[in-house]
Every structure is written in C-alpha cells, then in structure tokens.
Nanobody
Framework: QVQLVESGGGLVQAGGSLRLSCVASGSIFSVLNMGWYRQPPGKARELVATIPDGGSANYDESVKGRFTISRDVAKNAVYLQMNNLKTEDTAVYSC??????????????WGKGTLVTVSS
C-alpha cells in the first residue's frame, strides 16, 4: 500500500506565499509522475501543475509565473511554492502520484488534501 501525506496549507492574505509539501510512502518501487490538483469551493477538481521524474514541469495557465513545482526523487516528495496568491487560488489542494509498487503494479494515488484560503 502507498500513502500520500500533504502539509503546508493555511490562511494567507492576497499577495502572500505558501509552500505545500507531499511525501509518498509505502511499498514503492518508483514514483513516475507527481502533481498537484485543486478543488475550489463548489467547483470541480482542476490541474495545477505536474512534474515527471527527470522531465519538465507542466502548469495550468492560471498559475504560470506564480507557482513553482519541484520534487525530491530520493524522498518521493513533491513541493508547490505558491507566490503572489490570489483569492481565486482558494481551494483544497491535493497531491497525486503515479506509482509503480514493489509488485510492479502501477496506479494513481491521491492525498487527502490540504486547504489553502487566500483572503482579500
């Protein structure tokens, strides 16, 4: 079994910054793609950013230039540095990982999410 645990959410004023962290643990052979998604209040979940192992990051247009995704492959961790936050960034942010486990099975895993609230 594999678990993803996020941390770093909270309340911040518009224009401020937050850094989210997510660590994958369990029966992991390798973590392929990792990413962050968010679900604003009353809306569907949407992609924020993804980053493959050894590849280039991909961002939603709404966060380009403000958010930076990075990962530590050795720690099976992914981070999201969020700068110049806007009220429309308010959402539950969830971590996603495409994992190949020690039995060579491959599937997506999700964290429980962390709430980011940006006040005006």
């Amino acid at each position: 079994q594999v678990q993803l645990v996020e941390s770093g959410g909270g309340l911040v004023q518009a224009g401020g910054s937050l850094r989210l962290s997510c660590v994958a643990s369990g029966s992991i052979f390798s973590v392929l793609n990792m990413g962050w998604y968010r679900q604003p209040p009353g809306k569907a979940r949407e992609l924020v950013a993804t980053i493959p192992d050894g590849g280039s990051a991909n961002y939603d247009e709404s966060v380009k230039g403000r958010f930076t995704i990075s990962r530590d492959v050795a720690k099976n961790a992914v981070y999201l540095q969020m700068n110049n936050l806007k009220t429309e960034d308010t959402a539950v942010y969830s971590c996603n990982a495409d994992v190949r486990d020690i039995r060579w099975n491959r599937r997506d895993y999700w964290g429980k999410g962390t709430l980011v609230t940006v006040s005006s």
